[in-house]
Structure formats: C-alpha cells, structure tokens
C-alpha cells in the first residue's frame, strides 16, 4: 500500500548545485501536486500538474521546474540551488480536485549550504 | 489575497480534556477545508473535509465544523490522548482555483499524561 513515494528523504546540496526530487504515486491520480514547508509555515504550492502533459505555476514556482510524463511520476527539478531553497518538499496527489482527499508524501528535507 | 490563520500557534492539555481548534479564513468564497494531522518528521494526513454546503464533518473523536458567513472553522477533539500530539493545519480551496490549497501554519498540540 504504497501510496505518494518520494525520494530522498535527506539530501544536502551546495550552492549552484542542481537535482531532481522524485516523485510517484500508485493510486492512478491525475491531480499531483509539489509543496514546500519552511519552519512553523504553512505549506506553499511550487508546481501543479492535472494530468500526464500537463503542468502550471504555483505560489512558489521561481527556481524549480516540473514535468509530467506520466501519470505515476511527477519529478521536480531544483536548478541552480540557493539557500533560500532549503526547505522540505511535499508531494501529494488526489483523484480529482476540490472535493476530493489529497495524499501526501512523507517529504523531502532539502538543505542548501 | 486569501489568507489562512490559526490560532493558537500551540496548544498544552492533560489527557482526556476535550479541546477546540480554531481555524479562520479572509475569503469566504471557499469550496472546501480540509484539517489535517501532521507527526514529526512526517507527512500530513487528510482528518476531515468539509465542503463549503456542508456544516460539520464528524470522525470518531473529531468533530470539524464550517461557518462560511463568519470565516471560521473549528476541529473539536474529544478525550484527548497522548496520540493526538501532533501539528493540525487546515486548509481551504476556493471555487476556481482548482488544486490550489491555502495553508495554515498549524496549531502544535501536546497531550500529556
């Protein structure tokens, strides 16, 4: 019953140093979704994707890129890292949208030195 | 903007009191809330969803309900347990912004024994 994966959990990076947060989902959802957490904040919406193709900006997207070439699969790329990209990283999923229960992923934790 | 507000940021009880989660939102257009459950070093799983026709939602021991009109949704937790520590965020979607979730910071509760 695996759920949202993603991978790593930890990973430290140097300035100007590029990687991809994996993520994948088993349940055949079409609606995935990236967050990120900075400490005693809310989570914020990086990218979007509605299905396989198909991607749009969050709240947060400046320095990151997705893609969607699956259902399963919705990666984030981090380009260039900063440490204002320090941060833990969600992925979640949900069949549809508003209505729906999303799932999360239990997270990424990025540091950039 | 729409914002998302909890108060308290944190919350100390003894075991077996019932407690009152507060949740307020600047936007009343909403579509739905959500109240999730957050553990350390974890991801957040979905508690509660409530749609914006909806009053209240009932769960076991959890009891959310809406009020639209005044922009404030409350999680009632009765006889608290030590596993009910935890951070609880909710969230709000607003009638087209499809997948786009508005966070809280969260209310980190303890239960002590």
């Known amino acids: 019953n695996a759920g949202v994966t993603q991978t790593p959990k930890f990973r430290i990076l140097k300035i100007g140093q590029s990687m991809t947060l994996q993520c994948t989902q088993d349940?055949?959802?079409?609606?995935m979704y990236w967050y990120r957490q900075d400490p005693g904040m809310g989570l914020k919406l990086i990218y979007y994707?509605?299905?396989?193709?198909?991607?749009d900006k969050g709240e947060v997207p400046n320095g990151y890129n997705v893609s969607r070439s699956t259902t399963e699969d919705f990666p984030l790329r981090l380009e260039l890292a900063a440490p204002s990209q320090t941060s833990v990283y969600f992925c979640?999923?949900?069949?549809?949208?508003?209505?729906?229960?999303?799932?999360f992923g239990e997270g990424s934790w990025l540091t950039v030195v | 903007k729409q914002e998302v507000t909890q108060i308290p940021a944190a919350l100390s009880v003894p075991e077996g009191e019932n407690l009152v989660l507060n949740c307020s939102f600047t936007?009343?257009?909403?579509?739905?809330l959500q109240w999730f459950r957050q553990d350390p070093g974890k991801g957040l799983t979905s508690l509660l969803l409530?749609?914006?026709?909806?009053r209240e939602q009932t769960s076991g021991r959890l009891n959310a309900s809406l009020d639209k009109s005044s922009g404030r949704s409350t999680l009632y937790i009765a006889a608290s347990q030590p596993g009910d520590s935890a951070t609880y965020l909710c969230a709000v979607s607003y009638t087209g912004t499809a997948s786009k979730l508005t966070f809280g910071t969260g209310t980190r509760l303890q239960v002590t024994l």
């Open positions: 349940m055949n959802h079409n609606y």
């Open positions: 979640a999923s949900s069949y549809r949208t508003e209505g729906n229960t999303i799932y």
């Open positions: 936007d009343s257009a909403i579509y739905n």
């Open positions: 409530i749609q914006s026709s909806q």
């Open positions: 994707s509605v299905g396989a193709g198909i991607t």
